[in-house]
């Protein structure tokens, strides 16, 4: 139970620790690299496959782990391949607003690389194409754009990252060709016309004091410092201490001062079973009342006492309790025990089996053979506290049916010994 109460409040401690942390949220970054205009393009007008020439920057802001928004400027210029039929140099430059998913998060990248994540990211601006030659050279194509992407991630330290990124860009509204050489339509055409993508590599730069950025920061491994450690381990320590020896912690001790030896219930408070006044450990009789002056005996208690015990014994008064899957009694309970060997000296002629049960976790068979391992438990306690083993026997009864196995508190009834008078 101590090792129950120790883990569940270090459990606390931890996710204490873990949200009294923060992350960076800002990052700027900066990249080049390729770029290759799809259409619309003059028959005859080709570009190579990786065209060098594209720049980017921009800057990020993470609302949380998974999800921001980021300004970004690009701009570059595309030329002809080797097949054209001639040559082309179109400059252009795009400034776009837009949504960021922290992907690596979101789909769990830790569980098998804590420097590696990706970024997916979709927006909108604007932007103009300017042809450097051939007919149009000079003129400038007003458009705007629709952007998506991703980007992959490798993290180098605190406060940078090596980044890749590979985007697709709709243009709406552009007039002019790529190559510069020709138009589309007339110059009032409407609609998403112009298609090129971009692929490019760069750094991120985190800024803040934090240990950690957004893109990096995982909640569950943030622990709490060392000195908060200790505070919450030494609280656990006096929570677990026992002051009075009766098995019940004081935390959950509603008697703290119990005398010594004396039998209590589950929360540390004395047992008075007869409710006679004198307390079961002082009551030489605890199951009868009586007066104070014969220590809670009646006076005429002799065979009214064997048959009272009887009766309370046999309808399961006494019983020695155990912690799950364990054949040791619990603290408070083996007061129970030594009640029975008092009794037992005193009236020779009385006989018990001792009877142990189980509750219903756990396979059948095995709680036959744990039920027997209680039963020999007590057996083994009532010979050393002097009973001649001729007077007792012991056996395992399995699983109590009888209480209700989807309650806590009934199968904690249900792990016992229990004695039947012969």
Known sequence: MKKLILSSIMAGALVFGANAQEFDKFSLEVGGGLNKP??????????????????????????????GIKVDYGFGSMKESDKSAGSFDTKYYRLNLQGVSNLGRIMNFESFSRSFGLLGHFGAGIGNVRPQENLYSGETDQVYNFIVGITPQLKLGKSIALVGDISTIINGRQFIKWDGNSTVGSANVYGANGNWWTGSLGLQFYLGKNEEHADWYIAADKYATKEELATQINGIKDMLKDSDGDGVPDYLDKEPNTPAG????????????????????????????????????????????????KKAINDGYVNVYYAFDSSKPLGYSTS?????????KKNPGVSVEIKGYADELGPEDYNMKLSERRAKSVYDLLIASGVDASRLS???YGEDTSVDKSSADARQMARRASFEVK
């Not at 589950?266 to 002056?293: E, N, Q, R, V, W």
């Open 38 to 67: 799809m259409a619309p393009i003059t028959p005859g007008f080709f570009s190579p496959t990786l065209n060098l020439g594209h720049l980017e920057v921009g800057a990020r802001y993470m609302f949380n782990e998974k999800f």
């Open 394 to 396: 012991y056996k395992g």
């Open 336 to 344: 129970a025990a030594s009640y029975v060997s008092n009794f037992l």
């Open 262 to 309: 004396a039998r209590v219930n589950s929360s540390g408070m004395t047992l008075d079973s007869d409710g006679d006044g004198t307390p079961d450990h002082l009551d030489k009789c605890p199951f009868l009342p009586g007066p104070a002056s014969t220590d809670g005996c009646p006076v005429e208690e002799v065979q009214e006492q064997v048959d009272f015990f």
